[in-house]
């Protein structure tokens, strides 16, 4: 209830701010971490949140006294870039978000893709390693255990204290490693530390054997990455572009744009409109 009057608040700031009304707004497009079910509005579990079964949706709906729609973050990102951003003009479009997680969307058809239970698109837990890194999900090689924002960190973390090789990443940080984040790696690595650059390029390969394979499989014709990491520039997105042309069928790989996110914090809620009209018939134009 504290979360769900929190966003209660944010919209009345936000109506307040803009000198609109209440009887200007039509309703409220919800993305949440997943999974759900989007028929009952639910959120099936947000650890994060302490959720479980938590009836999202119809709380705020309740609360606004407003129609409301609720679908997963990730597919609310990649909808906005489809709609407004760096996917625009797409008609099969894969979507990565990367920060504390890798959450993913899948356009295919014009439509976005949920799947036969709400769960399609979790990019971040295909495994890209069988005996790999353990993830938060409880399995093993998982692609968010490599290349997420924390774990770019720990990665980086890991080769200092491992090889003690001279970097700016302590400097950066005060000497206090467990401060490192994917973004320190990332400024590091624009100014040519060999450690973060190293990072980087790994997190690339990462990235790469992962796009390739959902190009592989769906033959999108955009693929958006979305989040933080878009922040390391072509220091990320051109190792990453020749691992996929390495791995991917050269038809896949031809036919499809591989763009960093133009929506830098507003991708979710541009989407998260965009399902809203798109789940109470309105459509996009």
């Given at each position: 209830?504290r ?5 209660e ?5 936000t ?8 009887s ?17 509005g ?15 949706r ?8 407003l129609?409301a ?9 990649t ?23 890798i959450?993913?969307?899948?356009i295919i ?7 036969a239970?709400?769960?399609a ?7 890209i ?6 993830c ?11 290349a997420?924002?924390?774990?770019i ?17 302590p400097?950066m940080?005060?000497?206090r ?8 790696v990332y ?9 973060a ?25 955009v ?14 997105f ?6 996929v ?10 036919a ?19 399902t809203?009209r ?8």
């Amino acid at each position: 209830d504290r979360i769900v009057g929190l966003i209660e608040g944010v919209i009345l700031d936000t109506i307040a701010q803009t000198n609109a009304h209440r009887s200007d707004v039509i309703g409220v497009g919800i993305g949440a971490p997943g999974p759900l079910d989007r028929d009952k509005g639910l959120v099936i579990v947000a650890p994060n949140l302490g959720w479980r079964n938590f009836p999202l949706r119809d709380r705020i709906a309740e609360r606004l006294n407003l129609p409301a729609t609720l679908d997963n973050d990730a597919n609310c990102a990649t909808v906005g870039e489809w709609w407004q951003g760096a996917a625009q003009g797409g008609t099969d479009v894969i979507g990565m978000t990367i920060g504390t997680g890798i959450g993913g969307g899948l356009i295919i058809g014009g439509k976005l893709f949920h799947g036969a239970s709400d769960v399609a698109g979790e990019i971040g837990h295909t495994t890209i390693d069988l005996n790999g890194r353990h993830c938060k999900c409880g399995n093993y090689g998982c692609l968010e255990a490599y290349a997420s924002g924390p774990a770019i960190a720990t990665r980086a973390r890991e080769v200092l204290v491992r090889e003690e090789t001279a970097s700016l990443l302590p400097s950066m940080v005060d000497g206090r490693l467990e401060s490192i984040t994917a973004e320190t790696v990332y400024r590091a690595a624009h100014q040519g530390d060999a450690v973060a650059s190293e990072i980087v390029r790994d997190t690339a390969r990462y990235l790469g054997a992962g796009v390739a394979n959902l190009l592989n499989t769906f033959n999108a014709d955009v693929v958006v990455i979305a989040g933080g990491v878009t922040q390391a520039g072509d220091t990320l997105f051109v190792p990453l572009r020749a691992e996929v042309r390495r791995r991917a069928f050269r038809p896949a790989v031809d036919a499809a744009r591989i763009v960093p996110g133009a929506l830098p914090g507003t991708a979710g809620v541009v989407g998260a409109v965009a399902t809203f009209r798109l789940g109470t018939g309105m459509g996009l134009n």
